[in-house]
C-alpha cells in the first residue's frame, strides 16, 4: 500500500498483465495521483463500469462491463482512448464528441449498439479510430469527412447501412480503411480515388453494386485491395493494372463480368489473387506468367475456356491453385510438376485430362480432380 501524497510527481503508473481483480471503480483512489497522465491496467481481472471522471491522457483498461457514461465529457485532458477487448454495452454517447484531444479512439471488440454519433466528427485531432467488432447499425455519418488528421479507420463487423459518405474523400490522410461485414450498399464513391495515400481497403461482405470506378488507378499505393462478397458486375477497368504495389487483390464471390484483363501481368508483387465465383470468361491470360510471387491463385466457378497454360511452371511461389468449375480444355501440362510448393490443387469439374505429376504426390499434394478424365495417385474424386 502507497499514500498518494507520497507520488505526487508520479505520471506513468503500468498494472498491465498482472492478476488485479475486482471492480475497477476501486481505481478512483489514484484520481488523487494529480500528475498521472497514463495508466495502463489492461489484461487484468477487473470489472465494472468506468469511473465517470478519468482525467488521463492514456488510459487502456479490459474486462470492463457496463457502458460508457455521459459525464466522459469530463475527461478532457484524454488524449488516446482504448477500451477495446471488453463487455461494454449500450450507444457510444455524443458526449464523446467533446474529447477534443484525443488522437486514438479504440472501442473495438465489445457490444456497443445504435449509432456512431455524427459529434465524432468534432474529434478532429484523431490518426485512429477504431470500432470494429461491435453490434453498430445505421449509416456512417458524414461528419467523418472533418476527420482531415486520420490515418486508420475501422468499421468492420458491424450492421452499418447505407452508402459510404463522399465525405469520405476528404480524407487524404488516410492509410487503411476497413468496411468489411457490415451491409453497405450503393455504389462505391469515385471519391475514394482522391485518398491516394490508402495501402489497406478492405469491403468485403457487403451489397455494394455497380462496377469498381476507373478511378482507383489513381490509389498507387495500395498493397490490400479486397472487395470480395458483393454484388459489383461489369469489367476490371484497366487501371487497375497502374496498382503495381498490391500484394492481395480479392475480387471474389461478385459477378464480374468479361476476360480477366490482361495488365494484371503488371501486378508483379501479388502473393494472393482471388477472382473465384464470378462470371468471367476467355482464356487465362499469357501475362499472368509475370505473377512469379503469387502463393495462392483461385480462377475456380468462372466460365474460362482454353487450357491451363504451361507458364504455370513459372509460379514457383504457388502453395494453392484453384481452377475447378470453368470449361478449361486440353491437357496437364507437365510443367506443373515444377510447382514443389503447391500444396492445395482443384481441377475438377472441368474438361481438363491427363494426369497429376507424381513428384508433387510425393511432396504433399492434396488434389480434387475429375478421377475418369485425370490420374492422380493423391486425389480425391469428383464424380
Given at each position: 500500500p502507497f ?8 505520471s ?10 475486482g471492480?475497477?471503480?476501486?481505481l478512483?483512489?489514484l ?7 497514463v495508466l ?18 492514456d ?9 460508457i ?15 477495446s477487448?471488453?463487455?461494454l454495452s ?11 484531444n484525443?488522437?486514438f ?9 445504435g449509432?456512431i454519433p ?8 484523431l490518426?485512429d ?5 461491435n ?13 482531415t488528421?486520420?490515418s ?6 458491424n450492421t452499418?447501412?447505407g ?11 488516410l ?6 461485414f ?26 455494394f ?7 482507383v ?6 498493397k ?8 459489383l458486375?461489369?469489367n476490371i477497368?484497366?487501371?487497375m ?22 495488365n494484371?501481368?503488371?501486378l508483379?508483387?501479388l ?17 499472368m506468367?509475370?505473377l ?6 483461385d480462377?475456380?466457378?468462372n466460365s474460362?475456356s482454353?487450357?491451363?497454360?504451361s507458364?504455370?511452371?513459372l ?31 482443384g ?5 481438363v ?11 504433399g499434394l ?18
Amino acid at each position: 500500500p502507497f499514500e498518494a501524497r507520497d507520488l505526487e510527481e508520479l505520471s506513468i503508473l503500468l498494472f498491465r498483465r498482472n492478476f488485479l481483480i475486482g471492480d475497477v471503480t476501486s481505481l478512483e483512489g489514484l484520481l488523487r495521483l494529480t500528475s498521472l497522465r497514463v495508466l495502463d491496467v489492461g489484461e487484468n481481472r477487473l470489472d465494472g463500469d468506468l469511473p465517470v471522471v478519468w482525467p488521463y491522457e492514456d488510459t487502456r483498461v479490459t474486462d470492463i462491463r457496463g457502458s460508457i457514461p455521459t459525464l466522459i465529457r469530463l475527461m478532457s485532458n484524454l488524449t488516446r482512448l482504448s477500451v477495446s477487448s471488453n463487455y461494454l454495452s449500450g450507444s457510444i454517447p455524443s458526449e464523446i464528441g467533446l474529447l477534443a484531444n484525443l488522437t486514438f479512439l479504440s472501442m473495438s471488440w465489445n457490444g456497443f449498439s445504435g449509432i456512431i454519433p455524427s459529434e465524432v466528427g468534432l474529434l478532429t485531432k484523431l490518426t485512429d479510430l477504431e470500432l470494429s467488432w461491435n453490434s453498430l447499425s445505421g449509416r456512417i455519418p458524414s461528419s467523418v469527412g472533418l476527420l482531415t488528421e486520420v490515418s486508420s479507420i475501422g468499421l468492420g463487423w458491424n450492421t452499418l447501412s447505407g452508402h459510404i459518405p463522399s465525405s469520405v474523400g476528404l480524407l487524404t490522410k488516410l492509410i487503411t480503411l476497413s468496411l468489411y461485414f457490415n451491409r453497405l450498399s450503393g455504389s462505391i464513391p469515385s471519391e475514394m480515388g482522391l485518398l491516394t495515400d490508402l495501402t489497406v481497403l478492405s469491403l468485403r461482405t457487403n451489397q455494394f453494386t455497380g462496377s469498381i470506378p476507373s478511378i482507383v488507378g489513381l490509389l498507387t499505393k495500395l498493397k490490400e485491395l479486397d472487395v470480395a462478397s458483393n454484388l459489383l458486375s461489369d469489367n476490371i477497368p484497366s487501371e487497375m493494372g497502374l496498382l503495381t504495389d498490391l500484394t492481395v487483390l480479392n475480387l471474389d464471390r461478385n459477378k464480374f463480368t468479361g476476360s480477366i484483363p490482361s495488365n494484371v501481368g503488371l501486378l508483379t508483387k501479388l502473393n494472393e489473387l482471388d477472382m473465384s465465383w464470378n462470371l468471367f470468361s476467355g482464356s487465362i491470360p499469357s501475362q499472368m506468367r509475370l505473377l512469379t510471387k503469387l502463393e495462392y491463385l483461385d480462377l475456380e466457378i468462372n466460365s474460362l475456356s482454353g487450357s491451363i497454360p504451361s507458364y504455370v511452371g513459372l509460379l514457383t511461389e504457388l502453395t494453392s491453385l484453384y481452377l475447378s468449375s470453368n470449361a478449361l480444355t486440353g491437357s496437364i501440362p507437365s510443367q506443373l510438376g515444377l510447382l514443389s510448393n503447391l500444396r492445395t490443387l482443384g481441377v475438377d469439374d472441368t474438361l481438363v485430362t491427363g494426369s497429376i505429376p507424381q513428384s508433387l504426390c510425393s511432396d504433399g499434394l492434396s488434389a480434387r480432380v475429375d478421377c475418369d478424365r485425370v490420374e492422380c495417385t493423391c486425389c480425391s474424386c469428383t464424380v
